[in-house]
């Protein structure tokens, strides 16, 4: 009986639902088990990521599908960092480098630097907007409703405002690199040419503004593109402790500018 409560006091913590914490205790006894150890080996060898990556390109599998799957199973092989990109990705993140300018062939009215925008939407753009659609069925006033909307009424300074700024953001892109690589650092040389870095993970839901994740039954908000079927891929391959961060170190020459 003694050992009976020892168990569900290990398992019993106020700040976490049962489920949740069975998952991370589960998760974490098997991972220090031999048979969890050995499953590890297996997958995340570099043997086994060279014959996973044979795979994925010979069956044609999207570039921000490769990229999932390979976080998934431990990263790069020899967890060396990536150093170049397919050719559309490629265009892609120079395309995105444009936007907002008189290169862009879209004519966007932002750039893709979003630190480098002296003003933001205000975070309660949506209740703003309600707010003011109230107003406008009930007095028949519509300037706030259109200032909000069409002008600049719910704009904000931007706190995060450096016109030096070189995050840059992909989000417009196709989803092959917006999927990826999301935002990215991208730095210019002396050279005239520019180096992108960022790091391939999931970020963690508090960090994103939403609700702390409980695995097994909610989306991560960093997956909410692939919804459920990503988040469960993604707790299977947390719980067996394979996931592999991937760093981007991926130098632009002049030429492609």
Known sequence: ??????????????????????????????????????????????????????????????????QFAKYLTGGTIGNKDITSLPDNVRKDVVRAHYTGTDKDPYHSSFGAYP?????????KYKEMMEAAKKEAELTGDESSYDAIVHGDGAMIPNPKYNPESTLLSTYMTPDRTSYTLGHVQFKPEEDGGFRMTDKYDVDSNV????????????????????????????????????????????KFDPSEF
Request: glycine share 8%; net charge positive.
């Open 1 to 66: 009986m003694q050992a009976f409560q020892n168990l569900l006091n290990r398992f019993n913590n106020k700040d976490k639902d049962f489920i949740t914490t069975l998952y991370e205790k589960g998760g974490e006894m098997f991972r220090d088990s031999a048979p969890g150890k050995l499953v590890k080996d297996a997958v995340t060898s570099d043997f086994t990521k060279t014959q996973r990556n044979k795979l994925l390109n010979k069956f044609g599998v999207p570039e921000h599908h490769q």
């Open 115 to 123: 630190d480098r925008r002296e003003t933001i939407s205000s975070p």
């Open 207 to 250: 960090s994103m503004g939403s609700a702390p994740y409980k695995p097994l039954r909610g989306t991560k908000a960093d997956l909410q593109e692939g919804g459920q079927l990503a988040s469960r891929l993604y707790d299977i391959s947390k719980f067996f402790g394979l996931t592999g961060d991937m760093k981007y170190n991926v």
